[in-house]
């Protein structure tokens, strides 16, 4: 349990140090870095509040522990649940929800409520099918962020049911991310980041795992979005100088961010605080980065009054420990 339980706690307290400070400039938090939990800031809320990054994190966790497998409708369900109904939140309210997570969720429950009318008028030429997989935004705009923030249980699944195939890991990573991300930036980053969790779980430490998804088979996306994750790719990420790394809600610089702060960073706290520090998009850095950290490094390695101070941890600890048994088969 202790990997699963590590990267996920890291994921959450990387959210949760991020979110006071989400879009603050670089420039401001080098003269007042972010050291240890806080409140307010920039979205109003307590200290040890997380944000959509592990709301829906933890809704994909609680469809696979309840379906035992990849669900993509029930995912979707559980998306809803707290988009509208805060569940999975960690003060029964919902904040900073991307546009394009919003609108591919608005557009599932479009799909399900026209299923539903159609079924309900006993309409036999009804051709309506609920697809979850075919909501996401598919223009390039719709890269930021909002899938590779959630896709880390299914680097879990994958690795914990034996699935070996990158043909199937793909399949598994498309689908999720297309519930709200459809573009193939988008695919690919999560992709990238799926396979770099799954090394780390077989054993390889971060600079092999590195190699690793540098060394795979992209050929499947298009050159031009191969393109975007050159700097990621076919250079080496820790040589850019901090100016160069970016950390914007784009999926590029978010990744990029997030494995140049583990690769060059020493313990858990400070690579968390590093990659929090970086400004901008602050809460899925920090939580993208504090995944990974929780990989290298242990779960006793987190700051004990970071834990402590996150709020809701009843959930926290429920569905944690309900999907770590789950992927070691513990009933």
């Known amino acids: 349990m202790d990997r699963i339980k590590s990267a996920l706690y890291g994921f959450v307290v990387g959210d949760a140090l991020g979110v006071p400070v989400e879009f603050n400039n670089r420039n401001i938090l080098d003269l ?11 979205h109003h809320v307590p200290e040890g509040v997380w944000s959509d990054d592990t709301a829906m ?8 522990i309840k379906t ?67 909501c996401g935004g598919k223009n390039e705009m719709n890269n930021g962020n909002g899938s590779l923030m959630r896709i880390l249980p299914i680097a879990f699944y994958c690795y ?30 999560c992709y990238i980041y799926v396979q770099y969790i799954i090394n780390l779980l077989k054993g390889k430490n971060k600079y092999e795992s590195y190699t690793f998804i540098q060394n795979l088979d992209y050929s499947m996306f298009q050159n031009q979005t191969q393109m975007v994750y050159e700097r990621l790719l076919k250079n080496n990420i820790v040589n850019y100088e901090r100016d160069n790394i970016q950390s914007s809600g784009y999926v590029v610089s978010t990744l990029e961010a997030s494995l140049w702060c583990l690769l060059k960073g020493n313990n858990l706290k400070d690579t968390i605080l590093t990659a929090v520090n970086l400004g901008n998009d602050t809460d899925t ?38 999907f770590s048994d789950f992927c070691l088969n513990i009933n």
């Open 57 to 64: 994190t933890l809704a994909t966790m609680d469809s696979i």
């Open 285 to 322: 850095v920090g939580a993208i980065t504090g995944s990974l950290a929780g990989m290298i490094y242990n779960y006793e390695d987190i700051p004990k009054n970071w834990i402590e101070k996150l709020k809701n941890k009843e959930l926290l600890n429920d569905l944690i420990k309900k």
């Open 32 to 42: 007042s870095p972010v050291t240890d939990m806080t409140g307010y800031g920039s």
């Open 160 to 189: 914990y049911q034996s699935i070996d195939d990158e043909n199937k890991i793909l399949e598994f990573v498309k689908n999720v991310s297309s519930i709200t991300h459809g573009h193939e930036i988008s695919i690919m980053g």
């Open 68 to 134: 035992k497998t990849i669900n993509y409708n029930d995912i979707a369900d559980k998306f809803c649940s707290w988009l509208y109904e805060k569940k999975y939140t960690a003060t029964n309210v919902v904040f900073d929800v991307g546009i394009t997570t919003n609108e591919a969720l608005n557009r599932y429950k479009q799909q399900k409520l026209q299923y539903n009318n159609n079924n309900g008028n006993n309409n036999s030429n009804n051709n309506n099918i609920i697809d979850a997989t075919i």
